[in-house]
């Protein structure tokens, strides 16, 4: 356990480093970049990447992934919106949003625990579904998905853009979900039900965890962290539309790995997830800010993915032993005899 | 295939082979003619499968050698052992399911596809087989796939086929049919060596028998000079031969006092399932129940359909007089019954957690506070590890920082942890060390005398008759035989495991 801390902590502040790094970096080339008034309210361009990575944080402990993240980010703003335009009371709107992501969670949870289909599989296609599903929705209300449904009342606009003591509320709201997970998973029995089922999911049904429950559970936050991004954006841009947050599910699954998550399970940090989903909020917006165009720091994003994902988890015994050996012996047919 | 010059097809001498510094072979020899069909028999352990592997280029030896028509041979993988005509096909075929019979067949074969194609047919028509080589293989029954394993070995022009429990998986009718395929390719001069559990196969399709124990050959023969009992005291230890009545007094005769009239605290009636059949016995408290049998005997799938694991298709179990049959694993748990897996690897342990983690997987949920109580988490952790003996530098250790015999000690204690009142424990002592083994025993006796109730699955028939006060024998997923502690041997055991009936032995 210690090693493990001192494990953690060393990721950890190698990715506050890598923070501080990156902001001298991007404090040289733009000049005006680096002030706290500007990097506090650019903290609220992407903090949403953030909202919905910490509880991805869970799906991808098990083993897991979810893909249809993104989708459910649209599927609420959409939702929401669209309940709205119809007169409800906009908190009705977003509760009912919330719990339409909740159960598109739920939907893939339950496909991946109890159909065996591997995660990514069955996500992708929910991304789809999804997707789908909240174009309808803003087809129905002749809200075309550009435009998208505005004039929201002032105070669900100030939701996302207003401040307490100086410090914007979409940046209270990670902290608190960054408190809260990071607690749950590492002080409450059933955070340690997912660790556990991540290291080894039948062991645990062995050991009398309800595995299947687990992993539900944890696409049903996957699900509800994707609609409160969602909503956030959804009130900060003060518009709501069908296609936000389609391109998140890079940068937030990339949040998540950069974070120390073994993609394998077993092994992760919300805290660290957290950091990094800043770090890469910064990465992006930075290199906007030096006149990148959203093509080219997608690159710079999937450079970021395969640098953590070789540098944290890559086996580097075998990768050498294949570099040095000409000729892999053939076990193909007869592997495991 | 013309062999006039030697009969003798291949050879072994001397043949060792250890596992970090744990010998399994200890000087094998063994040959094989031309158009023999060499029964291999030995008990679960007794290393026919890594001498096989080693014969099919999967292993290496650390010394002796092998010789092929003559020739000595060196094999580092699969792929040389089929150039010099050495083909295993395994206990479980391995098919490819989205393939044809013909891909399966071609794979891996430096051939061109169209000579490969016509050797398939001309085999195909030799042995008058009716298979339509373009099937998809995920058609085929177990039996077929084992027929295209078979020709897989045949394309690649094997000399030698090792069959492995071919049998294990067919049914009557379709064990017939393999039995005629193999003789029909011995008469054409190939050798077939076929492992087996059943001494019934041996009298009935080989021409010769050898037997393994113990790392050696024990004996090797013409089959018409064995007989049933010959073969039991040939699998036996030397040292336990017609002895093993004397062993049994080791374990507490204190606890034994069953009254006939106790009640169960498990029972299981008519138990019917995939791989275990009409299976019935009574568990009572404070008793060690031995479960025997050869691996395959349906043992661990009796044990996980009861611990809820997998389910029954017909019957009853009953734990403390209600039945379970609906019960999640997580209830019956906490009604007092644990099932101590025999994977210790991928069941049992977390590798990459602590001691305690794994410990405390099975409480988890009874913590009644929101947060875990960390301080508990650990007294508990620390009762148990000095209780079980649990040598590491701490709780917070990580599982996989500890020797084979402490995880499973790791692994035991969290199950203990639960408070059991039935713990079924499958192979407790495979893989671990000498002391370890001991410590397990002497832990498995302090659980009887607490009154526990164990069930003890085990391939080691010396632990069996050691700590159990009644043991149950399974052979083909049924019970074959329930032995009193008065009539405890390893000589019956060895002979209800092997199916064997009571009067050809005695």
Not at chain 1, 132 to 151: C, D, K, P, W
Not at chain 1, 185 to 210: E, M
């Amino acid at each position: 356990m210690q090693n493990l801390i001192r494990y953690l902590c060393k990721w950890e502040l190698a990715l506050v480093l890598l923070l501080i790094i990156e902001l001298i970096v991007f404090g040289s080339i733009t000049p005006g970049f680096l002030n706290v008034g500007n990097i506090l309210y650019s903290l609220n361009d992407f903090v949403y990447i953030g909202i919905a990575a910490i509880p991805m944080t869970y799906v991808i402990l098990t083993g897991g992934i979810d893909v249809s993240v993104g989708a459910v980010m649209g599927l609420s703003s959409i939702t929401a919106g669209v309940i709205w335009s119809h007169g409800a009371n906009i908190w009705i709107a977003v509760i009912i949003a919330l719990l339409a992501t909740v159960v598109g969670g739920l939907i893939n949870g339950l496909i991946v625990a109890f159909t065996g289909v591997q995660p990514l599989v069955v996500t992708l296609g929910t991304m789809f579904l999804y997707s789908g599903i909240a174009l309808v929705i803003s087809g129905g209300s002749s809200a075309s998905g550009y435009e998208g449904i505005s004039g929201f009342p002032e105070n669900f606009v100030q939701l996302a853009n207003s401040t307490i003591l100086g410090i914007p509320n979409p940046i209270i709201l990670l902290i608190i979900l960054m408190a809260f997970f990071g607690a749950v998973l590492h002080f409450t029995p059933y955070g340690r039900h997912v660790v556990l089922v991540g290291i080894n999911i039948k062991a645990a049904r062995y050991s009398g965890i309800r595995t299947r429950w687990t992993v539900v559970s944890t696409y049903l936050l996957a699900g509800l962290g994707g609609g409160l991004g969602g909503l956030i954006l959804t009130s900060y841009f003060g518009s709501a539309r069908s296609d936000l947050g389609s391109e998140a599910i890079l940068p937030v699954i990339t949040a998540v790995v950069l974070g120390g998550t073994s993609i394998f399970g077993g092994k992760g940090s919300v805290i660290g997830t957290a950091i990094a989903s800043i770090v890469i909020g910064f990465s992006q917006y930075g290199l906007q800010m030096a006149s990148m165009s959203s093509e080219q720091t997608s690159v710079v994003i999937g450079v970021l993915l395969i640098l953590a994902v070789v540098m944290r988890q890559g086996n580097w015994r075998e990768i050498k032993r294949r570099l040095v050996s000409k000729k892999i012996p053939d076990n193909s047919k007869r592997g495991a005899v | 295939m013309d062999y006039d010059e030697s009969p003798v097809l291949m050879k072994m001498k001397t043949v060792f082979k250890a596992f970090a510094s744990q010998p399994v072979l200890q000087g094998v020899s063994l040959s094989l003619n031309h158009g023999e069909i060499l029964a291999l028999i030995g008990g679960n352990g007794a290393g026919k499968s890594t001498l096989m592997k080693i014969i099919a280029g999967l292993y290496k030896a650390d010394s002796g050698d092998i010789e092929i028509e003559g020739e000595e041979v060196k094999f580092s993988a699969p792929a040389d052992a089929h150039k010099k005509g050495v083909y295993l096909v395994p206990q479980e075929p391995m098919i490819f399911p989205n393939m044809t019979i013909e891909e399966n067949i071609m794979i891996g074969m430096p051939v061109p596809p169209g000579v490969v194609r016509k050797r398939i047919k001309d085999e195909v028509k030799r042995l008058d087989w009716h298979l339509d080589t373009e099937r998809l293989a995920s058609t085929l029954s177990i039996a077929e796939q084992q027929l295209v394993e078979i020709l897989r070995g045949l394309v690649r022009q094997a000399d030698i086929l090792i069959l492995d429990e071919p049998t294990s998986t067919l049914t009557f009718g379709e064990i017939n049919s393999l039995f005629k395929i193999v003789n029909s390719l011995t008469k054409e001069g190939l050798g077939v060596i076929y492992i087996t559990h059943r001494f019934s196969e041996i009298f009935q399709l080989a021409d010769s028998v050898a037997v393994l124990r113990g790392g050696v050959i024990s004996l090797q023969g013409p089959v018409t000079d064995f007989t049933y009992k010959k073969l039991v005291e040939a699998l036996m230890p030397i040292d336990k031969r017609s002895s093993g009545s004397e062993e049994n007094h080791h374990s507490s005769m204190a606890n034994t006092a069953m009254s006939t009239n106790e009640q169960p605290i498990l029972s299981v009636h008519k138990l019917f399932g995939e791989r275990f059949h009409d299976v019935s016995f009574d568990l009572f408290p404070g008793e060690i129940l031995g479960v025997a049998g050869v691996v395959g005997a349906g043992r661990t799938e009796l044990a996980e359909a009861i611990f809820g694991l997998a389910p029954w298709t017909s019957g009853t179990v009953t734990l403390l007089g209600d039945p379970i049959a609906k019960k999640s694993i997580r209830t019956r748990m906490n009604k007092g019954l644990v099932y101590v897996p025999e994977d210790r690897h991928s069941h049992g342990v977390f590798r990459i957690a602590s001691i305690k983690k794994n410990m405390t997987s099975t409480i988890l949920h009874r913590f009644k506070s929101i947060f875990l109580p960390f301080k508990k988490e650990k007294e508990i952790t620390q009762e148990y590890m000095s209780a079980l003996e649990i040598k590491s530098v701490g709780e917070n250790a990580e599982l996989s920082s500890l020797s084979g015999g402490n995880q499973q000690k790791v692994v035991l204690a969290k199950y203990l942890v639960t408070h059991p009142k039935v713990i079924i424990l499958d192979e407790p002592t495979r893989g671990i060390d000498a002391g370890s083994r001991e410590d397990i025993y002497k832990i498995i006796t302090e659980l009887q005398s607490n009154g526990l109730s164990v069930m003890l699955i085990s391939s080691d028939i010396e632990e069996v008759v050691r700590l159990s006060d009644r043991v149950l024998v399974m052979y083909e997923g049924r019970i074959e035989r329930i032995i009193k502690k008065q009539d405890l041997s390893i000589d019956a055991i060895t002979s209800a495991a092997f199916g064997v009936k009571k009067e050809v032995v005695t």
